[in-house]
């Protein structure tokens, strides 16, 4: 299956933030800070949003008969993409044992939480038909006017 704006936007925040999180964070009088260093539990938020969003993912990629698992997952991504971007957003703007700078992680930390919560917002609200045919039932006889029908006079 191909996949969506929606789930190529999440894809592009879940290479974001695992680039993030090779790469230093904070520049400080010690050294550079990294992710791990710094994050505690808010780490544990970022990592929720990313596995939510690969699942998103990886569900539409394996769609086969029905789209409740890829539609479940996607309200999960979205969930956890809002904690996950909060979480983020406070890094940035909170800069922990007393870092003097950003570095590149925090910004690519912060614009891969906003990606994935914006793809899992547009999978949500993309109303697109999928690639299995709509369901035509047939239609029902027309019912006679002239009142000599099953009920008759």
């Known amino acids: 299956m191909k996949l969506r704006v929606g789930e190529l936007t999440a894809l592009a925040g879940i290479g974001c933030t695992i680039a993030a999180l090779v790469l230093p964070w904070y520049e400080s009088s010690i050294g550079n800070l990294s992710f791990w260093d710094t994050f505690g539990g808010a780490a ?16 539409a990629l394996l769609e086969r008969g029905s789209t409740a698992l890829p539609i479940s997952t996607a309200v999960w991504a979205l969930v956890l993409g809002l904690i996950g971007a909060i979480a983020a957003l406070v890094r940035v703007l909170e800069r922990p044992d007393h870092a003097t700078g950003l ?23 993309d109303e697109r038909p999928s690639r299995y045919r709509p369901v035509r039932p047939e239609p029902r006889p027309p019912v006679p006017r002239n009142g000599a029908g099953p009920s008759g006079p």
């Open 103 to 125: 570095c590149a992680g925090a910004w690519l930390g912060l614009a891969g939480a906003v990606l994935m919560l914006v793809g899992a917002w547009i999978v949500i609200r």
């Open 44 to 59: 544990v938020l970022m990592l929720a949003a990313l596995s939510a969003s690969l699942a998103m993912v990886l569900a």
